[in-house]
């Protein structure tokens, strides 16, 4: 979904066009998902990202200048529609704010829609296509041990993208997260290494 400057409110137009020298002025793939892994494409199940995410790395200009980035996830089992609380912390202060997932008729495609913590714009402003890249799980079959995501929108003539990599696990093993990166990149997905930031839980001294 495109949106001019017309359909934005005030306050969503000043941050778009604030961030203009930030993001790529690319436009976003028709199709997210040819990025699907073959495990997303046959057998996910959406049940299986409930679960207390830790982000481990992301590519994403809205994310600047935050630090100890949480994901929350519940589902509604009757909608598949999932919502995350995303909590970072700016310095010591928290910040959280509602995602909301809703499943298109593809499996492991999604809209994003976010709800502020405080009323600046509504949900409906902007849709944000979404896909579940990859996820793994360990061999006890319960929740998936990783999840990788990419959304992107463009607004205006600006392409504005997020890349998540997230693990139940509070300190994700290196190596692990390598391989979730390279399979990100295998699956076509494509991003400025200079904008992939490894988040470290332990110099952003998170809880």
């Known amino acids: 979904m495109t949106f001019s400057k017309n359909t934005m409110t005030p306050f969503l137009s000043f941050i778009i066009y604030s961030l203009l020298p930030f993001v790529y002025t690319e436009v976003c793939p028709k199709d997210l998902s040819v990025f699907r892994s073959q495990a997303v494409q046959t057998s996910f199940d959406p049940t299986k990202l409930v679960n207390f995410w830790y982000e481990a790395a992301y590519v994403d200009v ?35 704010i ?10 492991g495609m999604y809209v994003k829609t976010v709800l502020p913590p405080f009323e600046i714009w509504k949900a409906s402003d902007i849709d944000v296509p979404t896909v579940i890249v990859d996820v793994t799980q360990g061999a006890k079959n319960s929740s998936y041990d990783t999840l990788t995501m990419y959304s ?26 390598g391989l979730m990166i390279e399979k990100a990149q295998k699956l076509g997905l494509q991003w400025d290494p200079k904008k992939l930031h490894i988040v470290n839980r332990t110099t952003e001294k998170c809880e």
């Open 62 to 96: 809205t994310q600047a200048f935050s630090t100890c980035q949480t994901l929350n996830t519940s589902l509604n089992v009757s909608t598949g529609v999932f919502k995350v609380d995303f909590a970072v912390k700016y310095g010591s202060a928290p910040f959280k």
């Open 98 to 107: 509602l995602e909301i997932y809703t499943p298109t008729a593809e499996k």
């Open 152 to 177: 992107c929108v463009d607004v205006g003539d600006v392409k504005i993208e997020e890349v998540v990599f997230a693990s139940k696990y509070k300190m994700l093993q290196p190596d692990t997260l």
